[in-house]
């Protein structure tokens, strides 16, 4: 039984644009309704959402095998949660408060095996070999492997020409909601002074020949990072999704006008 190819880390060396959706609902149930409605990825939240190691692998199984790529962000670029969630089957992963070039080569290391790096053996145990079926696993390992960093503050944004040159380092998600708060504007990922970060940013990551992420619940916005170079991103959450839309259908019965929603600070 072969390793399986990691599709979206395929379509992205491809500049093959990809749509994603954050999932935040912490329900292998909920992650599996959304699996249906045709994103190309879906980021299951390890550091916002309730989630646990054991809830994430749950909704990665619920999404795999689906039509979206399922990402999993932990919350904490940490070598031994890489190790149990790739061992889980997981093979995007998505790590916040990325600042400098050691911290990003210390996740380069993480997730791949020795000699490249520090990723312990034991896949064996786990769903990323269909627990142990898969025999040529740990030779395709890091090839398989797509590992994408987040830029979120002022000193990472200083960083990203060393970062995205590492080899390992597949892409670069720009984070405007962390971003805009280190840059002073909290609450205001749409600050000109924001956009312009993000518009540096994407230049220098396209550059280095790496994938450029964003995400965020403007639709304005979610056009506007596309024209400006987006590779992947995301354009709305399950939470966000299910609050507006819940609160419209009641609101339409009743034939109520809606309250103006203040845009989310994320
Ligand atoms: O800083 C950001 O923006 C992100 O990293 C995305 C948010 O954390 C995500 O929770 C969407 O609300």
Redesign the pocket.
Known sequence: MPAPKNTFKAALRENRFQLGL?V?LASPYAAEVVAGSGYDWLLI?G??APNDLPMLAAQYRAIAGGGSHPIVRLPVGDAVMIKQILDAGVQTVLI?MVDDVEQARQLVRAVRYPPHGIRGVGAALGRATNFSRIGDYLENANDEICLLL?I?SRAGLEAIDAIAALDGVDGL?V???????DMGYLGN?GHPEVRTAIIDAFERIRQAGKARGI?T?DPAQARDYRDLGADFM?IG?DVTLLVSASERLRLEFLGEAGPARRE?G?
């Open positions: 954050w935040a939240d550091e916002h916040p987040q979120e998600f984070g405007p909601a962390d971003l805009a708060a990922p995400m619940l995301a959450t989310a994320y």
